[in-house]
């Protein structure tokens, strides 16, 4: 079937908040951005980490091999990464892991993905029985578990909001005949209302941008977090200052492209907005889960470390191997690109506080 807008569902008729219209662009069955094609690496839309260097997923393995020790290598330990994108992250896991044959045979892995279309990807990639992809947390019963997620958050949809007075207003889309974007705003929901000013990091803000679907996600890992013991540790870009505007951004083909033109891109671009890190915490301390303190992506690499495990790598290799290691880690590391943009945080439930790469 051919794509058209109105295959979407969204007409001159219908008003639809914004993280229901993002939800149809990035999960539509048919037409969807993440149901129809491979966003990650140089032919996508835009580069994950796991997707620049094996090197990032060599050190989160590390450090997930540091918190089994931490929890004093149980015989079941469990590991979900959340939005396993191409399944170039767990595919080092896996190698990695086999030299440690105690962690490796007390290891449970599961993918937890929504786009069956990713899903053929990742098990092309990856082939493994150890490997259990998975839409909710039934199958973990037992033993700690470490729930990761390398820009998983950014891809759950948001709300946005706005204060016009003391009253608080919903933003929505309208598309017309002409597929043209148009914004209108609604009065909040009471239950929205009464959330979001739950919560302090929120409070004096102009404009408000809610994960109200990705809290919804997170509610059922900590579930198992508060029953199991274990974490989740979340990267992606995101701030820890205010900023009271409108985050969200299309990217296509490795560019961001005007918002206001992403009615003639409709499920062709990926849509995405930053995190409000120190709301994550907030919430999570409200789920009683302790937090380490948040991190830049270059910090936490760094403290894992990440340049040492280069300066080894770099013995057996070519000048060519090298140089193109080290422009990789520029863009893992350098303060103008992910190193800085990037937020590291992670919530616990553990007697234990020492974690790796927070201090």
Not at 146 to 154: K, L, M, S
Not at 194 to 217: A, D, H, M, R, V
Request: hydrophobic content about 40%; glycine content about 4%.
């Amino acid at each position: 079937m051919k794509y058209k807008p109105e295959n979407f569902d969204l007409n001159s008729n219908k008003i639809i908040p914004v993280d229901e219209f993002i939800e149809k662009i990035l999960y539509h069955r048919e037409f969807g951005y993440y149901t129809k094609k491979n966003p990650f690496g140089k032919k996508g839309d835009f580069i994950t980490a796991p997707t620049i260097s094996n090197l990032f997923s060599e050190i989160i393995t590390i450090w997930i091999i540091s918190c089994w020790e931490k929890f004093g290598k149980p015989e079941s330990f469990n590991f979900v990464e959340l939005g396993p994108g191409d399944g170039s992250f767990t595919k080092v896991l896996i190698n990695t892991i086999k030299n440690f044959p105690e962690l490796n045979e007390s290891i449970n892995i599961f993918l937890y993905e929504k786009s069956d279309f990713l899903k053929k990807t990742q098990i092309s990639k990856i082939r493994n029985s150890k490997v259990k992809w998975i839409s909710n947390f039934k199958l973990i019963k037992k033993g700690p578990v470490i729930f990761f997620g390398n820009e998983f958050f950014d891809a759950v949809p948001i709300k946005q909001f706005t204060f016009f007075k003391k009253d608080l207003f919903e933003k929505y889309y309208i598309i017309n005949n002409k597929t043209r974007l148009y914004e209108t705003y609604r009065r909040a929901s009471i239950k929205d209302s009464t959330e979001i000013k739950s919560f302090k990091t929120l409070k004096n803000l102009k404009f408000i941008e809610y994960p109200k679907k990705g809290f919804y996600e997170l509610d059922k890992i900590i579930e198992k977090i508060s029953k199991l013991n274990g974490g989740i540790m979340l990267i992606d870009y995101g701030y820890l200052d205010i900023i009271n505007k409108s985050t969200l951004q299309a990217v296509m083909k490795n560019k961001k492209i005007n918002i206001k033109k992403l009615h003639k891109n409709l499920g062709k671009t990926d849509i995405t907005y930053l995190i409000n890190f120190n709301l994550l915490k907030e919430y999570f301390l409200k789920k009683k889960l302790k937090v380490k303190k948040i991190v830049s992506q270059k910090f936490f690499l760094e403290k894992m470390g990440i340049i040492q495990r280069a300066k080894i790598l770099e013995k057996n290799m070519t000048q060519k191997q090298k140089d193109y290691m080290f422009l990789t880690l520029m863009r893992l590391l350098h303060r103008d690109l992910m190193g800085s943009l990037f937020k590291v945080i992670f919530a616990f439930k553990s007697k234990k506080n020492n974690f790796l790469g927070f201090e």
